[in-house]
């Protein structure tokens, strides 16, 4: 027998609360007070932060689910599916993401993480002209290889991630 339904309650979480209760006030805000520190606002935060708010609210849709075998039915409220915002969301998509890697992706063999930073001093450029991290994770890539090279003697010629994908 399937387990019970047990509705997730975000409007419970502190995340939530303080969106909910100060968003508006921070929006209203943000251009006299943290503009000048962090550059302009971008719609695509307004319109996130939106829809975490009505992720899994009944109120803003949901999908009647039938058992062919059984008949029981069920309700599936939406979700609003933002990447790296909504904690529910980010969380099955990460985890979905992570299936696929192991599955799809990557070989059976070791591997190794690489994290790049970026010095306090040279976020400010990056902050105004974001058009400039592809260059910089260009630039990531190349010393990768550089260094690579060096340590094995060998010339190596990386494959792209996407020759990677199935297409079925």
């Not at 992706?105 to 058009?131: A, E, G, N, S």
């Amino acid at each position: 027998m399937a387990g019970i339904y047990r509705p997730r309650h975000p409007e419970r979480t502190v995340l939530y609360r303080v969106l909910f209760h100060y968003f508006d006030q921070f929006l209203q805000e943000y251009e006299s007070r943290f503009e000048k520190e962090y550059g302009f606002f971008r719609p695509i935060i307004k319109e996130v932060v939106e829809r975490y708010l009505d992720c899994g609210n009944p109120r803003c849709g949901f999908a009647r689910i039938r058992c062919p075998d059984c008949g029981e039915n069920r309700l599936l409220m939406f979700s609003c599916r933002s990447r790296g915002f909504c904690p529910s969301c980010h969380a099955k998509r990460l985890e979905e993401w992570a299936e696929w890697m192991r599955e799809e992706l990557l070989l059976d063999v070791p591997h190794r993480q690489v994290v790049f930073t970026i010095p306090k001093m040279l976020r400010i450029f990056f902050r105004y002209k974001r058009r400039l991290l592809g260059d910089l994770c260009q630039a990531a890539v190349q010393a990768l290889l550089k260094y690579l090279q060096a340590a094995t003697g060998t010339e190596l010629r990386p494959m792209p991630w996407w020759t990677g994908l199935s297409t079925t």
